[in-house]
T-cell receptor, first 113, second 110 residues
Framework: DAGVTQSPTHLIKTRGQQVTLRCSPK?????VSWYQQALGQGPQFIFQ???????QRGNFPDRFSGHQFPNYSSELNVNALLLGDSALYLC????????????FGDGTRLSIL | DAKTTQPTSMDCAEGRAANLPCNHS???????VYWYRQIHSQGPQYIIH???NNETNEMASLIITEDRKSSTLILPHATLRDTAVYYC???????????FGKGTRLHILP
């Protein structure tokens, strides 16, 4: 049973560019959440998708957007990249119920030059 | 902001029980306590969660005080592979997001 998978594992971009990160949820899960983790910090919630709609959003600018597909997989898009966007981007999947744990992938390491 | 307070770091001897405390004095009645850990260069790993009763699984035990204002994660026989940052999280009742704090960096000493 595959867990949460993310691609790519590493990515290097330059300022001003756009990036798309991908996530496949754990089998049987219908909800995907995205987090940003800067070096030495805990993960910060970006947004959550369920039934192909954004359900919750953290304190991130509109440059960060997402999408969920009918097969529950998801993409995170970031436009106009800034140096401060360098971070580990984590995807977590779960069943859409409060008492169900989120399961995380190992993330995409994004470096902005 | 995170609703939990944890020590910044802790040491534990290999083979001994590791007891990681967490304070969550403002927890609401329908909020769960979750524990995750993050080993270097990996995503957070779910460990255990509970509402008011003590819980045990193959990884750990979770002890929640009767007033629910604090909890303790117990790793019964710590190994070097348990070296990680441990996050205690209170799951927001209405929202479904996880708000991480800074966690406790646990060092298992050989």
């Amino acid at each position: 049973d595959a867990g949460v998978t993310q691609s790519p594992t590493h990515l290097i971009k330059t300022r001003g560019q756009q990036v798309t990160l991908r996530c496949s949820p754990k089998s049987g899960h219908d909800t995907v959440s995205w987090y940003q983790q800067a070096l030495g910090q805990g993960p910060q919630f970006i947004f959550q998708y369920y039934e192909e709609e954004e359900r919750q959003r953290g304190n991130f600018p509109d440059r960060f957007s997402g999408h969920q597909f009918p097969n529950y997989s998801s993409e995170l898009n970031v436009n106009a990249l800034l140096l401060g966007d360098s971070a580990l981007y984590l995807c977590a999947s779960s069943l859409y119920r409060l008492d169900q744990p989120q399961h995380f992938g190992d993330g995409t390491r994004l470096s902005i030059l | 902001d995170a609703k939990t307070t944890q020590p910044t770091s802790m040491d534990c001897a290999e083979g001994r029980a590791a007891n990681l405390p967490c304070n969550h004095s403002t927890i609401s009645g329908n909020e769960y306590v979750y524990w995750y850990r993050q080993i270097h260069s990996q995503g957070p790993q779910y460990i255990i969660h509970g509402l008011k009763n003590n819980e045990t699984n193959e990884m750990a035990s979770l002890i929640i005080t009767e007033d629910r204002k604090s909890s303790t994660l117990i790793l019964p026989h710590a190994t070097l592979r348990d070296t990680a940052v441990y996050y205690c999280i209170v799951r927001v009742a209405v929202d479904d997001k996880i708000i991480f704090g800074k966690g406790t960096r646990l060092h298992i000493l050989p």
